[in-house]
């Protein structure tokens, strides 16, 4: 199995979202690749995290939006 497959099959993808509908869409997809994704909220459980920033989702495009997101986990 190449290094690959193992850190993305053995290792969650943070996810940077409360919206459960948008959570169950992208595991949908992600379950194509047998990739596992953990909601913010998830996360916060498993690893005892603070609270996620809330971010204002003001720009045009998911994009936009998700680069906000990042930065502010950062």
């Given at each position: 199995m190449s290094i690959?497959?193992?850190m993305f099959t053995s290792f969650p993808i943070l996810v940077a979202t409360s919206n459960q509908h948008k959570l169950k869409q992208l595991q949908a997809v992600a379950d194509e690749f047998s990739l596992k994704?953990?909601?913010s909220a998830q996360a916060q459980a498993r690893y005892h995290l603070l609270p996620p920033p809330d971010v204002e989702e003001n720009l045009p495009t998911y994009l936009g939006n998700a680069r906000l997101k990042?930065?502010?986990y950062c």
């Open positions: 690959q497959k193992i994704l953990l909601s990042a930065a502010a």
